[in-house]
């Protein structure tokens, strides 16, 4: 069958309501003037009523080395400590690393591998290099667009859940982007990343190019107006998570998606049940702003399709740095915001997002992905009782 699905009412239907967008947008930005001033993780939201049982999974990040052990033992430990959703980056499947697409051959024998040691693909995750064309909006970005129009019809076709098409990183146009961090140590010696903004101004190196807000905003938008038509009426949704770190100016340029009222904006100038938010817990709070209030906004939209379930100590408006650190090791209390998950009926994935380093946890994280696991599951079957 044709890779290419029709599409001719899906964008009628965008076409019809992007002129919508605008009054709605300003509305949220008068909302959010005074919730971006609310770091705690309190609300006096009233909550949801909560449902009796809760259908949230525990998914776990893979990468190519979890792919390399014999008999895919390395798979199977996934599923042994109880994990059955798997987020993969698209460069997991052959073709996409070399050329920014892939076959459905190609897609479907990955799925087919997984399956056999009883794991499924819940999200999967563009590369913003491969279209970085298109977030700058110049002419040979429409190829780019073109590729993630294809990805869409092919994981729509395969009933992924979450595809993942992201903002621009600042650090996608310098050559060192990891300027501001560093490594520390935490209980027992254990390694974390942390940043910090005055370190990456002294280290940050010089862009390789200048861009602005509005051109980023120009790119973004005609990535998603061209794309999102190519899942709808389909089993996948599109998730943004955002920049990370969520500052509006880094790394010598600009970046546009770091405050709830950025989603907003997305969300109000590309209309569509498919469109909504890899929810970052811990990008979220290290912006600065309430992130229950921010799980209630979007939950009760339902436009959570995605949670990075991870912890941090800091936030970027009030102490100008911030660590990620073990999921029970921060300022974050994760049981409310699993809580606030729960309340607003969110059925998806979390999944705790980066691994910390544990003494003789190597070549793969199984240490602190065992931890993450069963402090998640634990979480979860409390909500049940």
Not at 61 to 74: A, E, M, P, V, Y
Not at 179 to 207: I, N, Q, T
Not at 338 to 349: D, F, I, S, T
Request: glycine share 10%; with cysteine; net charge neutral.
């Amino acid at each position: 069958m044709p890779l290419e699905r029709n599409v001719s009412n899906r964008r009628s239907f965008l076409t019809h309501t992007v002129g919508l967008a605008a009054p709605t947008f300003l509305a949220h930005q008068s909302a959010y003037s005074a919730l971006g001033k609310n770091t705690s993780n309190h609300s006096s939201t009233p909550a949801v009523a909560a449902r009796k049982t809760s259908n949230i999974q525990i998914g776990i990040r893979i990468h190519q080395g979890w792919l390399d052990s014999k008999n895919d033992n390395d798979l199977l430990f996934l599923k042994q400590i109880g994990v059955n959703h798997v987020d993969i980056t698209l460069n997991l499947i052959k073709g996409y690393q070399e050329h920014g697409i892939f076959t459905k051959d190609n897609l479907r024998a990955l799925i087919r591998r997984l399956d056999g040691s009883g794991l499924v693909i819940e999200r999967a995750n563009s590369l913003g290099n491969h279209y970085l064309h298109a977030h700058l909006h110049d002419a040979q970005g429409q190829r780019e667009i073109d590729h993630l129009k294809r990805i869409g019809d092919m994981l729509s076709d395969c009933e992924i859940p979450v595809y993942g098409i992201q903002a621009c990183q600042a650090a996608s146009h310098v050559e060192n982007s990891r300027g501001g961090w560093v490594y520390e140590k935490g209980r027992g010696g254990y390694r974390f990343p942390s940043f910090d903004v005055k370190r990456a101004l002294s280290a940050a190196p010089k862009p390789k190019y200048l861009i602005t807000a509005e051109q980023l905003w120009k790119g973004l938008l005609n990535i998603y107006r061209q794309v999102i038509p190519h899942v709808e009426g389909s089993k996948t949704n599109i998730a943004m998570h955002g920049n990370d770190p969520p500052l509006y100016h880094y790394l010598g340029n600009p970046q546009i998606l770091c405050r709830f009222a950025d989603f907003d904006r997305l969300f109000s100038e590309v209309p569509s049940s498919h469109n909504g938010i890899t929810f970052c817990v811990g990008t979220r709070y290290e912006s600065g702003q309430n992130i229950l209030d921010g799980i209630r906004h979007f939950g009760n939209q339902g436009k959570l399709f995605h949670v990075h379930f991870r912890n941090v100590i800091g936030t970027l408006p009030k102490d100008g740095h911030y660590s990620e650190v073990f999921v029970d090791d921060g300022d974050i209390r994760m049981p409310d915001v699993l809580r606030a998950l729960h309340e607003v009926g969110y059925q998806g994935v979390i999944d705790y997002d980066h691994p910390m380093g544990i003494t003789g946890d190597e070549p793969l994280p199984k240490q602190y992905i065992s931890f993450c696991v069963g402090y998640m599951r634990g979480l979860l079957q409390s909500l049940d009782r």
